[in-house]
T-cell receptor, first 115, second 117 residues
Framework: DTAVSQTPKYLVTQMGNDKSIKCEQN?????MYWYKQDSKKFLKIMFS???????INETVPNRFSPKSPDKAHLNLHINSLELGDSAVYFC??????????????FGPGTRLLVL | AQKITQTQPGMFVQEKEAVTLDCTYD???????LFWYKQPSSGEMIFLIY??????QNATEGRYSLNFQKARKSANLVISASQLGDSAMYFC??????????????FGKGTHLIIQP
């Protein structure tokens, strides 16, 4: 009964490859996010989707493409992987409350290593 | 947009002592929220506590309390009676509500807390 799950947990791949990370939430939330945590532990928002619609698209290379087949899933596809893409990628979800407390629940993270 | 500053990259604290982790924020939005998340060595992000900009009282959750000083734009986390299991990275996080959309969180750089026996 995991709330936010991600697969795979670890991903080791060669430069130039294309890979996908999957995220699913069973909390019934309308909003999902992708964050990137770099080697210095700094986390930064990449994308957010509200009910399958893209809301936030931060300055991220267009090699990264999120896809939301339904509101419970938000997948991240990365083309032509580069060394600098090595990081931990976190998926999160939340339920909009119109301005009040809106806690984001995080998945366990996917550790991507590009060789 | 928000900027979150955590000035303590690392802290060593004796078990059972109280800990204060500093956080200051900078925003021009009138409506915002401040969170603290814990990231243990296993890597998951765990929500600890939340403070809304219009909340009159400081938030508390068990051993965690948030010392919210709006005029100073600070939102320090206080952990009472620290335990070995409190050793982790702690992130102060902000969120603006003025945009009305699904805003992402803005993270500080984190404080690595180590509790010593």
């Amino acid at each position: 009964d995991t709330a936010v799950s991600q697969t795979p947990k670890y991903l080791v791949t060669q430069m130039g490859n294309d890979k996908s990370i999957k995220c699913e939430q069973n909390l019934g939330h309308d909003t999902m996010y992708w964050y990137k945590q770099d080697s210095k532990k700094f986390l930064k928002i990449m994308f957010s989707y509200n009910n399958k619609e893209l809301i936030i698209n931060e300055t991220v290379p267009n090699r990264f493409s999120p896809k939301s087949p339904d509101k419970a899933h938000l997948n991240l596809h990365i083309n032509s992987l580069e060394l600098g893409d090595s990081a931990v990628y976190f998926c999160a979800s939340s339920q909009p409350t119109g301005g009040g407390k809106e806690t984001q629940y995080f998945g366990p993270g996917t550790r991507l290593l590009v060789l | 947009a928000q900027k979150i500053t955590q000035t303590q990259p690392g802290m060593f604290v004796q078990e059972k002592e109280a800990v204060t982790l500093d956080c200051t924020y900078d925003t021009s939005d009138p409506s915002y929220g401040l969170f603290w998340y814990k990231q243990p060595s296993s890597g998951e992000m765990i929500f600890l506590i939340y403070q809304g900009s219009y909340d009159q009282q400081n938030a508390t959750e068990g051993r965690y309390s948030l010392n919210f000083q709006k005029a100073r734009k600070s939102a320090n986390l206080v952990i009472s009676a620290s335990q070995l299991g409190d050793s982790a990275m702690y992130f102060c996080v902000g969120r603006s509500y003025s945009g009305g959309g699904a805003d992402g969180l803005t993270f500080g750089k984190g404080t690595h807390l180590i509790i010593q026996p």
